[in-house]
């Protein structure tokens, strides 16, 4: 996915939705999920979600 709107240092767009990084809640930010890294965060330890479309 590319955003050709998307400027250097700007993460945050006007209409865009807004997101946030949140602790993983399946590993609890570890990254790894019963020894094998987390599928929920892909072994990040965050997960991107939808905090509201402004
Ligand atoms: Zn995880």
């Known amino acids: 996915m590319s955003n050709e ?3 250097p240092g700007d993460e ?3 209409g ?3 997101t ?3 602790t ?5 930010g570890t990254g790894s999920f019963e ?3 987390c599928p929920e ?3 990040t330890g965050s997960v991107t979600v939808i ?3 402004a």
């Not at 993983?24 to 609890?28: K, T």
């Open 35 to 37: 020894g094998k890294p």
């Open 5 to 7: 709107k998307q400027r």
């Open 51 to 53: 905090v509201g479309d």
């Open 12 to 14: 945050t767009e006007p």
């Open 20 to 22: 946030g990084e949140n």
């Open 16 to 18: 865009t939705k807004q």
């Open 41 to 43: 965060c892909k072994g």
């Open 24 to 28: 993983c809640p399946r590993c609890a």
